[in-house]
């Protein structure tokens, strides 16, 4: 059989790796793909992400026997739709479902209505009034765009005159280009967040690891949000009574909710969650894998990618087995300097042979047989052991055995997660 990825970073790498255990995989394409997945697929990087009439054209061509929609834009732009309506079956929700991450007004108003916990909320349109509310409301807040926005959309205000600038940000600067024409101002919730991607067929939910990541640039949570700078799995927050309420609070009602909406979602449904003194709340939903979560998950799935994708797909997950090993994940991201914001790229990039097959690559090219950095998270550099704190040793040996100029990363991926194993 031969597959199509859509996508062309770490978690589509993770993706790719994961699939190529099914023996009867034939050929990978990644579309666009990046020159480190050029090492374990064929990148077709002339088609991108959200070229959906091409890479339709490119499946029928290419005798494509299933295909995986990883990133949330052509999720939301419909590629699933428009590949199954070709004839070819995929793993992901349709677009109707997607909006779960698209729209994150229709995410809060979801949960609303169908009293899935999560924070209090007000939506807006117009940036003086927003402006006005932030002005009287408790503090912190949270500020939102209501669509996608590469992760980075998300804006915490400790004062009022933080919260005025990023209603400005959103709304009346564009930082987030069309996904600020609405926002969401929010609680601030606190308590130990924990990521938890499911598998999801529309009606059973099977969870994956849980995991913890790092959004912020620097040690020590500071400067500003990224995509992730490194995440370990499992959480410790995330006990299994905890388990329990959120399948019963949170991931049941959630599906069932879209079922009654006529939105069923197959695929792979993210929740980001708040461990609340009140119980667990939902953050944000995402209509996909994470990044860099992906990265931590997958390598501890002991059973058959494929197979739980077509089940996903075919609805047949609760007869499938989908098993994850007791062990731990660490995966700590390889940054160019500068990043989120400016960076140079074009640098070489060297690691040994062991380092380079646990190394999911996120942003580089291949030239000359040579590996350049052409993004800010470069690579994720990833170790699975018996427990998380010989995870966290191994991955941060194999990053010292990588080089490119200019690379930097956190140094303190995992440490908040085994502080809490010490409690």
Same mark, same amino acid.
Do not use: C, Q, W
């Given at each position: 059989m031969n597959i199509l990825v859509i996508g062309g970073g770490g978690r589509e790498h993770a993706i790719v790796r994961k699939l190529k255990e099914n023996p009867k995989v034939e050929t990978i394409y990644c579309v666009p793909g990046n020159g480190g997945i050029a090492a374990d697929a064929v990148c077709v990087a002339e088609i991108g992400a959200k070229d959906i009439p091409a890479q339709v054209a490119f499946a029928k061509a290419h005798d494509i026997g299933f295909a995986v929609v990883a990133p949330d834009d052509p999720l939301v732009l419909g590629a699933v739709d428009a590949l199954e309506a070709a004839g070819i079956p995929c793993f992901g929700p349709k677009a109707n479902a997607a909006i779960i991450e698209g729209s994150k007004v229709f995410a809060k108003e979801l949960m609303k209505k169908y009293a899935i916990p999560t924070a209090d909320y007000r939506v807006f349109t117009d940036a003086a009034a927003a402006m006005d509310y932030v002005k009287t409301c408790p503090l912190p807040v949270?500020?939102?765009?209501?669509?996608?926005?590469?992760?980075?959309?998300?804006?915490?205000?400790?004062?009022?005159?933080?919260?005025?600038?990023?209603?400005?940000?959103?709304?009346? *600067? %564009?930082?987030?280009?069309?996904?600020?024409?609405?926002?969401? /101002? +929010?609680?601030?919730?606190?308590?130990? +967040?924990?990521?938890?991607?499911?598998?999801?067929? $529309? *009606?059973?939910? /099977?969870?994956? /690891?849980s995991s913890m990541d790092h959004k912020r640039a620097y040690d020590d949570d500071k400067g500003l949000n990224t995509g992730g700078m490194g995440t370990v799995a499992p959480n410790p927050y995330y006990t299994d009574d905890i388990a329990r309420v959120c399948m019963e609070t949170i991931f049941l009602p959630t599906v069932r909710a879209m079922n009654a909406e006529g939105r069923t979602f197959r695929g792979c449904l993210y929740f980001g969650l708040m461990l609340t003194p009140n119980g667990p709340k939902v953050i944000e939903y995402n209509c996909r894998f994470g990044d860099p979560e992906t990265q931590v998950v997958l390598p501890l799935l002991e059973s058959d990618l494929l197979t739980i994708m077509c089940a996903c797909r075919n609805g047949t997950l609760a007869d499938t087995e989908v098993k994850f090993s007791d062990g731990a994940a660490c995966c700590v991201i390889m940054?160019?300097?500068? =990043?989120? +914001?400016?960076?140079?790229?074009?640098?070489?990039?060297?690691?040994?042979?062991?380092?380079?097959? *646990?190394?999911? /690559?996120?942003?580089?090219?291949?030239? *000359?047989?040579?590996?350049?950095?052409?993004?800010? %998270?470069?690579? $994720?550099?990833?170790?699975?052991?018996?427990?998380?704190?010989?995870?966290?040793?191994?991955? =941060?040996?194999r990053v010292e055995s990588v080089q490119f100029e200019n690379a930097f990363y956190r140094r303190d991926i995992g440490r908040r997660a085994l502080e809490a194993l010490k409690q």
């Open positions: 949270v500020v939102k765009a209501d669509g996608l926005a590469l992760g980075k959309g998300v804006l915490i205000a400790e004062t009022r005159d933080d919260a005025v600038s990023a209603v400005e940000t959103i709304m009346l *600067n %564009r930082a987030f280009g069309s996904s600020g024409s609405r926002v969401v /101002v +929010e609680e601030f919730l606190t308590g130990p +967040e924990v990521s938890v991607l499911a598998f999801t067929d $529309g *009606n059973t939910v /099977v969870p994956m /690891v940054a160019s300097s500068g =990043y989120p +914001e400016h960076y140079e790229k074009g640098f070489a990039i060297t690691m040994p042979a062991e380092t380079a097959a *646990n190394t999911y /690559v996120a942003g580089a090219k291949r030239e *000359n047989d040579r590996l350049l950095t052409s993004g800010g %998270r470069v690579l $994720g550099v990833t170790a699975t052991a018996a427990d998380l704190k010989s995870a966290v040793e191994k991955a =941060y040996e």
